[in-house]
């Protein structure tokens, strides 16, 4: 989640975001627009797999201790 919340936030990202939904040009706004979805599509992808893995490893870690005692 930090990942894209940087990824976002940084000044390439506010300059896409600003291109994609600000323009005044039409031109613009379509040739940025996809390509700012999808980055978001993909920071939603980066976001779902970091969520995955840390409940892997936390449902890991748990079953782990119950095993060895």
Do not use: C, D, Q, Y
Request: no cysteine; aromatic share 8%; hydrophobic share 60%.
């Amino acid at each position: 989640m930090v990942l894209a919340a940087v990824i976002a936030l940084n000044p390439l990202g506010i300059e896409v975001t600003h291109a994609t939904f600000f323009a005044n040009e039409a031109l613009s706004r379509n040739i940025w627009g996809s390509i700012a979805l999808t980055g978001m599509a993909i920071m939603a992808l980066i976001v779902l797999l970091e969520w995955g893995i840390r409940k892997f490893i936390i449902s890991r870690r748990a079953r782990g201790t119950a095993t060895l005692s």
